[in-house]
Each structure stands twice: as C-alpha cells, then as structure tokens.
C-alpha cells in the first residue's frame, strides 16, 4: 500500500555534528522521492529530491541517499546548525500517482548547544 | 505576496458550524494542493487542483467536505456542518506545474482550525 514512515520519532544532535535522518518506504514501486523540513509554526519546506535512477544526491549541506533493494531513504545533514531543528518528513509520490506526494510521520531533530 | 498565503491563520468554531477557508497561491503557479495536518502527523492529502479543475479530489474525507477554484489562482476550502474530529492544520500548496515534473511544492503557513 502507500505508506512513508520514520526509524525514529525524535534525534537529537549535537551542534556542529552531522545528523543522519533515516526513512522507510513500503512500495517498491516509488520512483521520487523527497525530503521537507518544517519548521514550528510553518508550512513544510522542499529541501531536495531524489529519483529512483539514483542512489545519491547533493544539496547544500545535504545529501539524500536512496537504497532501494531495502526501500530505505536517509537524509545527512552535514555541520548541523541551531536552524535546523525542525521535523523532517520524507515522502514519496506513488507509482500510477503523480498528482500527489504522500508524506511520511516525520522526525524531530533536536540540536543541543 | 512572494509566497502562498493562506487566510485565517486561526479559526475557532463551534461543532455544526460553516467553515471557509481561503488560499492565495503563488501568482503564475498552476497546480495547488490542499493538505491536512493533525497535531504529530504528516500532512495527508486532500486535493489537487490544475487550473479551475479539481484534478483527484480523492483525499476529501467525506461530502462535508468540498474546494473550489474558480478562476485558477485563489482556490477556498469549505467545511460544512464541521466535527470535533476536523481540528488540524489545513495546508494549502502550489507549484508551477505540478508533479511530476517537480516535488517541490511551496506552502502557506496553514490555517489552524480548532471545532468546540
């Protein structure tokens, strides 16, 4: 069925660290994949996309990388800063449905100082 | 404005009661998309607007529920006879052309709604 969902509801990371959020799809036959970051208050924000004839795609300090063989996705933030404690949500658009993305529950990131 | 603007920010209401819910997209962008957030949940679903057309409405919960987009640019969701279960977060989205050409929908800030 079409379901996105999150190892861990929250992660916590210390300030200048990477953080690694890690994403489990459940249909194998998805074949776009992307990250949002929302902030308290906001409405979710696109941080970067990856399609399935990839396994690895750069950003500005992050990285996405797709393992499907284990229909895993993980987003790497590199030097984490303060401004990026939000939830991040990944999401995938579903085979056959290309007019909507289904978000997954999400994760908490949480920088300490 | 630059970005998608959504209008009320906050709306409280009593159980039974009419609800509008106004979103005012990024000018020129094609596709909007209406989302639901409940409090620890991801965005779900609602509907898809190309132009005046709603293209998949198939995430409205029930005929409670319905969106219209007139003219193609300022799209209203509108909630009747509302429950306690309709408090979320309504989200309303745009993009240039829609998916798949692009995952990269730009979101209002939402609109809190609170049923009594």
């Known amino acids: 069925g079409e379901s996105v969902g999150l190892h861990l509801p929250t992660l916590s990371v210390q300030e200048g660290d990477n953080s690694i959020i890690n994403c489990a799809y459940s249909n194998s036959a998805s074949d776009y994949f992307i990250w949002y970051k929302q902030e308290s208050g906001k409405g979710p924000q696109f941080i970067i996309d990856i399609r399935s004839n990839m396994d690895k795609r750069q950003g500005q300090r992050v990285t996405v990388l797709l393992n499907k063989t284990v229909k895993h996705l993980s987003l790497q933030i590199a030097a984490t800063q303060p401004g990026d404690s939000a939830v991040y949500f990944c999401?995938?658009?579903?085979?056959?449905?290309?007019?909507?993305?289904?978000f997954g529950k999400g994760t908490r990131l949480h920088i300490l100082p | 404005g630059a970005g998608v603007s959504q209008t009320p920010s906050n709306k409280v209401t009593e159980k039974g009661k009419y609800v509008e819910l106004r979103c005012d997209p990024i000018s020129g962008h094609t596709a909007l998309y209406w989302y639901r957030q409940s409090l620890g949940q991801g965005p779900e679903f609602l509907i898809y607007f190309q132009g005046t057309g709603a293209a998949d409405d198939s995430g409205l919960p029930n005929d409670r529920f319905f969106a219209v987009r007139p003219e193609g640019s300022v799209s209203t969701l509108k909630i009747q006879r509302t429950e306690r279960g309709d408090s979320a977060v309504y989200l309303c989205a745009s993009s240039l052309n829609g998916i798949p050409n692009t995952g990269e929908l730009f979101f209002g800030e939402g609109s809190r709604l609170t049923v009594l």
């Open positions: 999401a995938e658009i579903p085979p056959f449905r290309d007019d909507k993305i289904i």
